[in-house]
């Protein structure tokens, strides 16, 4: 369940660059699986299904090489501050 789960996330970052934290859309899909109530040969062909969407959406995504650490230090400094001040929303 958990392959299943990141192999969608991962295509809808690769495709969007969002990061999707729910997953509503095949949230009974998934706990389908997790309760064994898929078939093993059904969730390995979705599984290589998602595995070749994963490795098309990796060759064709926007997104850069690698994060701008900069960017992303500035972000969590200023976030430990602002907890650290309690001025989070």
Known sequence: MHLIRL???GIHVLETGQVAVRMDEHRD????????????????QWR????RKFD???????????PN??????FL???RLAALENKLP
Request: hydrophobic fraction near 35%; proline fraction near 2%.
């Open 29 to 44: 899909e998934l706990l389908s699986i997790k309760s064994g109530q898929r078939k093993w040969e059904e969730v390995n």
């Open 7 to 9: 192999l969608i996330s």
């Open 56 to 66: 098309q959406a990796f060759q064709t995504t926007t997104l850069p090489e690698s």
């Open 77 to 79: 400094s200023d976030a």
């Open 48 to 51: 290589m299904d998602l595995q």
């Open 69 to 74: 650490y900069d960017v992303a230090n500035n």
